[in-house]
């Protein structure tokens, strides 16, 4: 049974450029969320969709970030124009309920701005 | 404002020993309490759960316990094995979506 697939893996991309992460969760799941990691500040929530409406984006650093999900099947996270701050990985998990459920993660896309 | 903390970034066990890592929270609100485990260049992998209706939940060698008065959980991993060493996160949540991580605590275990 596959799991959250992102895609890339890996992204290395100049100030300035479009960066489009990409998530297909686990089909089922009704629930889809995408988090930022990194040293300062750990797991952070960006935001989080429920049956492919965005429920909650206080999460989002900027207008520069932008998330999409058009289908149960595919989501996709923007950054317009990408700046060196927003190096982390990021990930994408789902769930069947949202609350009380656990979270199944992707193997995250590691993002590196220059 | 850390609401979930994981206060020991390391520890380092023997093989066949107990490992126990340690998460304590603020918010009296939290009812739903998990562990994942992470794998370099992986994602989080679910472990074990707890609600908060409970104080201990076992699976296999995984057990967390949880004191709500203490605002205290653990987990404890027996025995250890190699295979465990893995970055353990700690979260939370009250009810909601809003799953609150700490910060990890690298475990290595030594053959």
């Known amino acids: 049974d596959a799991g959250v697939i992102q895609s890339p893996r890996h992204e290395v991309t100049e100030m300035g450029q479009e960066v489009t992460l990409r998530c297909k969760p686990i089909s089922g799941h009704n629930s889809l969320f995408w988090y930022r990691q990194t040293m300062m500040r750990g797991l952070e929530l960006l935001i989080y969709?429920?049956?492919?409406?965005?429920?909650?984006d206080s999460g989002m650093p900027e207008d520069r970030f932008s998330a999409k999900m058009p289908n149960a099947s595919f989501s996709t996270l923007k950054i317009q124009p990408s700046e060196p701050r927003d190096s982390a990985v990021y990930f994408c998990?789902?769930?069947?309920?949202?609350?009380?459920?656990?979270?199944?993660f992707g193997n995250g896309t590691r993002l590196t701005v220059t | 404002d850390q609401q979930v903390k994981q206060n020991s970034p390391s520890l380092s066990v023997q093989e066949g020993r107990i490992s126990i890592l340690n998460c304590d929270y603020t918010n009296s609100m939290f009812d739903y309490f998990l562990w994942y485990k992470k794998y370099p260049a992986e994602g989080p992998t679910f472990l074990i759960s707890i609600s908060s209706i409970k104080d201990k939940n076992e699976d296999g060698r995984f057990t967390v316990f949880l004191n709500k008065s203490a605002k205290h959980l653990s987990l404890h991993i027996v025995p250890s094995q190699p295979g465990d060493s893995a970055v353990y996160f700690c979260a939370a949540s009250s009810g909601t979506y809003k799953y609150i991580f700490g910060t990890g605590t690298r475990l290595k275990v030594l053959a």
């Open positions: 969709f429920n049956n492919n409406v965005p429920i909650d």
């Open positions: 998990a789902s769930s069947f309920r949202g609350a009380d459920s656990p979270l199944h």
